[in-house]
Every structure is written in structure tokens, then in C-alpha cells.
């Protein structure tokens, strides 16, 4: 029976996934695929939620450019809700840097751009190639372990460089969290742990899947450097 199921996959993506009925594209999926597929997708919406709340908490990089709407930046980056397939971040407004190259842009005082577009571009294209650029799983995806495991890691150094890059002025590059002696705002916090623990369960998945082991890495504040995710 799995047999079976396998060449009707082989025969039908042929045809290409995106085209297939959801009910038939499904037949090429194991239980594993369908739990990627929802991961990734919790993936996206916090994302997508963190963008809108970086630009509603620096309003000021989204006036850098006239007329650009933080609806605009979120079609820029996350596409149409129905597109399958995420596309490889590269825009010339950010000289072409994008994943970790991009996320340093961001944090660079020198840069004069808008800042959150940098560094979600970055943060959301490193993700995406722990993905293989995928938003669907089937039968004979594969994705590597080691690389979802260091964009976890990723994300923690992303958080650190937020909350502790600074202009010469000694104020944040990029605002997040809130603190006032009337208001407290530590959403940027739960909102990461969020993504952390995704990109952390997404390894053990695909290590469990594949039967590979992860290598681990031990991080200190001074040694908070991004890790490669090919």
C-alpha cells in the first residue's frame, strides 16, 4: 500500500503540487509532514506578527520611505496568503543583502534605511532556508536538522543585537519592548520565545524523522555570533 501511495505521488508532481487538489495532495504526506506543515505555517504568522508590531513601535524607518504602507512591506516580504512557495529574499533597496547579511545591515548605525525591512527581511529569509523555501511538506521532502536547529540559536542572537545595539546616542536602533513606571510591554519577549521553541521543535521533528543527531552549540553573551544556515 505505501508503494502504491508513493507512485501516485511521483506521478502527480509530476503534474506540480501547487495545481493538485488539497485531498489529493495530501495522499503524498505522512503524519510527520502534515506536523512540519503546520509548524511552518505557526512560523509565518509570527513573523508576519512581529513585522506589524516593529513598525507600529518605529513608525519613524517606515517614513524613511514616502508612501510605503506597513501593508505593502508585509506583500513585499510574505506574498499573496495563497502562494505556496516561499520565494528567496533579495531586494536592491538593501543593496542585496539578505538572511544574516541582512539582519548586520540592520543593526549597522551607519545604515540609513529602514531598519525593521532589513532586519525582517533577514530574519525571515535565514528561516526560510531552514525550510528549503518550502510551505508544504510531502513524502520524499527532506530538511536538515542541524540548520533548523542553528536558525533557533539565530534567533536568540537576533534578540540580543535588538535589545542591545545601540546609536551614539545610547538609544536602541530598533524599539521593542516597553517600559514605563505606568506601562510594561514584554510581547517582543513572548513573541520570540514563540519562534524559539517552533525552530527548536521543527530539529527534533526532522532529527527524529532522519535519525540524526544534533550538534549542539553552547552560547555566552560574547559569543553571540550567527550560525550558518545553508
Known amino acids: 500500500m505505501t508503494k502504491f501511495l508513493l507512485l501516485i505521488f511521483l506521478g502527480l508532481s509530476l503534474i506540480g503540487c501547487g495545481s493538485m487538489p488539497k485531498p489529493v495532495r495530501n495522499l503524498g504526506k505522512t503524519d510527520v509532514d502534515f506536523v512540519m506543515d503546520v509548524h511552518v505555517k505557526q512560523q509565518k504568522e509570527l513573523l508576519m506578527e512581529l513585522t506589524r508590531k516593529l513598525y507600529v513601535r518605529n513608525p519613524n ?5 514616502n508612501g510605503i504602507t506597513i501593508e505593502d512591506r508585509m506583500l513585499q516580504i510574505f506574498g499573496r496568503p495563497d502562494e505556496l512557495e516561499a520565494k528567496p529574499l533579495v531586494f ?25 525591512f532589513a532586519a525582517i527581511v533577514g530574519l525571515t ?10 510551505q508544504e511538506f510531502f513524502i520524499l521532502d527532506s530538511l536538515d536538522e542541524q540548520s533548523l536547529y542553528n536558525s533557533a540559536r539565530n534567533i536568540e542572537v537576533f534578540v540580543w543585537r535588538l ?3 545601540k546609536d551614539s546616542q545610547g538609544e536602541p536602533l530598533i524599539l521593542s519592548n516597553h ?20 525552530q527548536d521543535m521543527m530539529a527534533l521533528i526532522v532529527a527524529d524523522k532522519t535519525d540524526r543527531s544534533i550538534t549542539k552549540v553552547a552560547h555566552g553573551v560574547a559569543q553571540f555570533v550567527f550560525l550558518p544556515v545553508p
Not at 61 to 65: C, E, R, V
Not at 125 to 133: G, K, P, Q
Request: glycine share 4%; hydrophobic share 40%.
Open 61 to 65: 524607518q517606515l517614513n524613511k520611505l
Open 92 to 116: 536592491e533597496e538593501l543593496g542585496n543583502k539578505t538572511s544574516i547579511d541582512a539582519i548586520l545591515l540592520a543593526f549597522d548605525e551607519n545604515y540609513q534605511g529602514d531598519r525593521v
Open 125 to 134: 529569509e535565514m528561516l526560510r532556508r531552514s525550510y528549503n523555501h518550502q
Open 179 to 198: 517600559f514605563t513606571e505606568e506601562n510594561i510591554d514584554i510581547s517582543f519577549d513572548r513573541l520570540f520565545a514563540k519562534m524559539v521553541m517552533v
Open 163 to 165: 535589545y542591545h545595539r
